[in-house]
Nanobody
Framework: QVQLVESGGGLVQAGDSLRLSCAASGRTFSNYNMGWFRQAPGKGREFVAAISASGVSTYYADSVKGRFTVSRDNAKKMVYLQMNSLKPEDTAVYYC????????????????????WGQGTQVTVSS
């Protein structure tokens, strides 16, 4: 059984930073790509960032590129999302998810390619 538990969310002001963490259970964490998604009130869930199993490759949504950084520590079974220069439009529930193999250039942001999801952590950015 795989479990993903996010933490690190909170209420911050525009321009502040937050670091989200995702703790994973399971023996083969290092074999899987991982992703971060978010869902704002009244909107659908959207891709934020993804990182390959080895940590070598990373991908970002255009809206967060240059401000957010995804990383992982396979020894600790952790994935992180460092969020800098936060904006009110970053307000959302943030989810981490375990991904399958990436065969095409769009797989990393395809929610259907992710099989396990955490419960989410709320990030609220005030203006």
């Amino acid at each position: 059984q795989v479990q993903l538990v996010e933490s690190g969310g909170g209420l911050v002001q525009a321009g502040d930073s937050l670091r989200l963490s995702c703790a994973a259970s399971g023996r083969t964490f290092s074999n899987y790509n991982m992703g971060w998604f978010r869902q704002a009130p009244g909107k659908g869930r959207e891709f934020v960032a993804a990182i390959s199993a080895s940590g070598v490759s990373t991908y970002y949504a255009d809206s967060v590129k240059g401000r957010f950084t995804v990383s992982r520590d396979n020894a600790k079974k952790m994935v992180y999302l460092q969020m800098n220069s936060l904006k009110p439009e970053d307000t959302a529930v943030y989810y981490c998810a375990r991904g399958g193999p990436w065969y095409s250039g769009s797989d990393h942001y395809d929610q259907g390619k992710y099989d396990y999801w955490g419960q989410g952590t709320q990030v609220t950015v005030s203006s």
